[in-house]
């Protein structure tokens, strides 16, 4: 089962069972669920890769978290006519890449 969500933008992005099943094998993301999409939504910051240029890291900062204070990072590729949520991970630090929202 597949499971569209919005981006920030607006744009529709997919979610794949397999995917998901992926992110939440990891115990820390199972409980963060629901902060995939929010995070996707409403990113504090998001940034295109340095390796990949299909690839947008969408990244939401969470207090608390089974790993104390850090970032959700909602990794996307977006394709001529698709666009799928690759993985979703948390960090301490935001990567290198050009920065595409907030425009300053």
Known sequence: MTKIL???RGFPVRLTEERLLHILDHPEMAVLKDRIEETLQY???????NTDNQVILNYRYYLNTLM????LCVVTKYLDKDAFLLTAYLTNRIKQGELLWPLT
């Open 6 to 8: 919005t981006d920030y």
């Open 43 to 49: 990113p504090e910051q998001v940034r295109k890769s």
């Open 68 to 71: 104390g204070d850090k970032w």
